[in-house]
């Protein structure tokens, strides 16, 4: 089990950039396939980002693919959301999941994971 905290978030124009961080208590980071997820008011919490153990693989919502990244530093034990481009509909509560896994490998459904954060507010004006 991991502790999350994520931070970075706020208010940004249409067009602007955020990024986004997630640090994770515990030694065994390295070992927890990480993923973004977020949820706008009367929505379901949606799929956004995943990223494997290793960094080397990684998977977006189609509704973010080209404008968002997301990457891991496990010396820090941290994994971020650099977020470009942003959109008005972009606007929701992120979270950051994790998930230990054998495999190095990202997931997308939120079912598949144990461990979230509190939860950063992003919003979007037009």
């Known amino acids: 089990q991991v502790q999350l905290v994520e931070s970075g978030g706020g208010l940004v124009q249409a067009g602007g950039s955020l990024r986004l961080s997630c640090a994770a208590s515990?030694?065994?980071?390295?070992?927890?396939?990480m993923g973004w997820f977020r949820q706008a008011p009367g929505k379901e919490r949606e799929f956004v980002a995943s990223?494997?153990?290793?960094?080397?693989?990684?998977y977006y919502a189609d509704s973010v693919k080209g404008r968002f990244t997301t990457s891991r530093d496990n010396a820090k034990n941290t994994v971020y959301l650099q977020m470009n481009s942003l959109k008005p509909e972009d606007t929701a509560v992120y979270y950051c999941?994790?998930?230990?896994?054998?495999?190095?490998?990202?997931?997308?459904?939120?079912?598949?994971?144990?461990?979230w954060g509190q939860g950063t507010q992003v919003t979007v004006s037009s």
């Open positions: 990223i494997s153990w290793s960094g080397v693989h990684t």
């Open positions: 999941a994790a998930r230990q896994s054998r495999v190095d490998t990202y997931y997308y459904d939120r079912r598949e994971y144990n461990d």
């Open positions: 515990g030694r065994l980071f390295s070992s927890y396939a």
